[in-house]
């Protein structure tokens, strides 16, 4: 396990920033063998391309046309879904071009849909989800939640040939080695069971993901002379694949939209109720697909680039929203494409899937979250950050599994890049210059290293590594040297050497060394003359946390004016705020005062939300009248030696009789503390909260809660309190609260 290690000073301020940084970020078995002939009920509306294709026999070399042309590998996919079943019968012949030095004496394929097989193999990412969509759903069974991929055959022209398919990895022994340069075309026949829930290959209500639906080449490592066996990771992602040319039909129900990257022809019909959709993908990374009967699609082509929006439901707003999206993506297309390198394919495709909480990239397309019409893309960083994966995955792509960085990092970078030319003030680069903490691992770890801290890592510190090298060198320098990376890189698998190599070649040695240094030892910390001041950081926190606090107090239907988090709302639009403390107290109160005092003015001074601080009487008297009577209000102490309390404590009674709280016996409870919320005595449009204990001091077993709970009592939670009422040893004995 490895945790964050923050400095001792200014500890809430630490949490309170790691805790932003999380949240407005945002910012991946052996089977039984069987014998089969092409299923003749999967119709195609012309697979002669891959009969010709799967009896070529093994070639001493690729025509040299054809090695320009065409990609290392091509698939001719012919498969078709069983929806009543929820099944794939599929073949496809592959031709595979050795690109290596070495002879190969096996071929290997990913089968990650075998990640379905058990719950323990299955990622992380959607389990939450599964236990709900399990618990709304009690007839489904456990096994329902499984599925898996069973290869029937794989043959070489008519000639079977042996393999075994173990751990998600499809062997497949060569009659003879596969010499350097030569190619090979075989034929798999396989049969897909598709898990119900939520997983990359799936169904749940009217729409079936379809990522890892058919086997794909591995990557061989020449260096290693290692296929890449490698399971897909449990809690994050491990794609690396290839750049490969696909022709894929998919036989459907007639009612199904199918969402698939390439370019399609139009749905041949070919028996009652069904169509096969046809689809060319040439020097793509990875294919997918996505299908159900309530899709709806808007569309606009722009300068021989055509952008597609998939959604579902019938509210006319939602046509309003999608076609926003879609201008939007063209302009975060066309800003990566001037600073990186133009995209090079004529679509780009959008679905929107039950899959709640996150976006998921894959090449020519990605996967969104359902919106809401009223979401504006603007306000949709998850959207640009998909995007941007599209240059750094699909285009440029690298092993996932061990070197994350490449990809989650560019593309946070690259959101967080158009984001600051937007002049958006949260989602630009200050929202990099935010550096809680260091954290104990480098940059550049592997997945089963990062463990639970991946986004930490590799998107947050990822991108202040990359911010860092942009600010050290400029923004044309940058730019130049992005551009010669993707030169580089474009349809291939970059490694961390290789961009470090590219950062030596274009910006100098110096450079190579910094981001040497920042991704391969622990501990990485933007550097100070490129970290906010204070000063920028307060008024930063304060933009990003107005907000969320104005939509608490708005979006709650019904939500009281007496809440304690109402007054952080007040604060955050400017209304005056003063802290008032008890005088003629014991050393022990007067030390407690403070302390409680101070641990809500580090809230305030994080914020950026300005007070004032009253301690004795003489000073109370003279702002009584005047400031305080506009001014919103905290107060810290024993009622009997507060000020303000001695002075209205007439009025204070009936407003907190009025939220339900009998003032007079709480303040007489001994041994007892807490806190209420009430308006103003005499200011109905300001509010007053009391942080009070009934003796001298606090007991050593309440300080500590009392402390604790005050400080939330200030911050977005589940819990909004009206008062709250703790006992002498610092437990919840009552309280009343909006959940």
Known sequence: MHTLKIKPTNIIKKVMLSTLVVTLAASPLVHTTHAAQWNSSIQTADWETARVASNMQQTSSIPQAMSQEQSPIQYQIKARLDEKDMTIQGSQAVTYRNTSKDPLKELVMHTYADANRSKATQTIMYQDQNEQIAKEQPEKKAADFLGGIDILEVKQQEEKLLFNNKNQALSVQLKTPLQPGQSITFQVDYRLDIPYGMQRISYYKDQINGAHWFPVMSVYDENTHQWNKTPYSTSFESDFYTSSDFNVELNVPESYEVVMPGELSSPKSVEHGRKVVTSYAGNTREFVFFAGPNLKVERETRNGLTVEYFYSGDD????????????????????????????????????????????????????????????????????????????????????????????????????????????????????????????????????????????????????????????????????????????????????????????????????????????????????????????????????????????????????????????????????????????????????????????????????????????????????????????????????????????????????????????????????????????????????????????????????????????????????????????????????????
């Open 316 to 739: 006319p707003a939602k046509k309003a929203a999608v076609d926003k999206y879609i201008d939007y993506a063209f302009k975060v297309i066309a800003f990566y494409s001037e600073k990186y390198g133009k995209y090079p394919y004529p679509e780009f495709r959008v679905i929107e899937t039950h899959v709640d909480g996150f976006g998921v990239e894959y090449s020519r397309l990605i996967q969104m979250p359902q919106r809401e019409p009223a979401r504006l893309p603007k306000d949709d960083s998850t959207f640009v950050h998909e995007i941007a994966h599209q240059w750094f995955h699909a285009l440029i792509g690298n092993n996932s599994e061990t070197e994350s960085f490449l990809d989650e990092a560019f593309a946070d970078f690259s959101m967080v890049y158009f984001l600051e030319k937007q002049g958006d003030k949260l989602g630009g680069f200050r929202s990099i210059q935010l550096d809680p903490s260091p954290i104990d691992l480098p940059i550049a770890s592997t997945n089963e290293q990062v463990g639970e801290m991946a986004n930490y890592l590799f998107y947050q510190k990822g991108r202040q590594a990359i911010y860092q090298l942009y600010r050290s060198v400029g923004e044309q320098k940058f730019d130049a040297f992005m551009k010669e990376y993707f030169h580089r890189f474009v349809n291939q698998n970059a490694t961390v050497n290789g961009l470090l190599d590219t950062i030596e070649d274009v910006l100098g040695k110096e450079q190579r060394q910094e981001m040497e240094k920042a991704l391969i030892q622990p501990d990485f910390e933007l550097k100070q003359e490129y970290q906010m001041s204070e000063k920028e950081l307060a008024a930063y926190m304060h933009d990003a946390y107005q907000p969320q606090y104005e939509a608490v107090v708005n979006n709650i239907p019904n939500l009281p004016y007496e809440v304690m988090i109402r007054l952080m709302e007040k604060s955050f639009r400017g209304e005056p705020l003063t802290i008032v403390l008890g005088d003629q107290v014991s050393k022990a109160a007067a030390k407690q005062q403070e302390q409680a005092t101070s641990q809500l003015t580090q809230i305030f001074d994080v914020f950026g939300i300005k007070y004032d601080v009253v301690r004795d009487r003489k000073q109370l008297k003279q702002k009584l009248k005047r400031e305080i009577g506009s001014s919103n209000l905290i107060l810290v102490g024993n009622a009997k030696s507060n000020g303000i309390v001695q002075a209205l404590k007439t009025n204070i009674n009936v407003r907190a009789n009025g939220i339900g709280l009998a003032w007079k016996d709480v303040m007489k409870t001994a041994g007892h503390s807490g806190a209420y919320v009430i308006k103003h005595p005499y200011n109905q449009n300001r509010l007053m909260i009391h942080y009070y204990w009934n003796d001298d001091h606090l007991s050593a077993k309440a300080t500590e809660s009392f402390m604790t709970k005050s400080q939330e009592s200030l911050m977005i939670s589940n819990d909004l309190y009206q008062y709250y009422e703790l006992d002498r040893n610092g437990k919840l004995k009552t309280s009343k609260k909006v959940e």
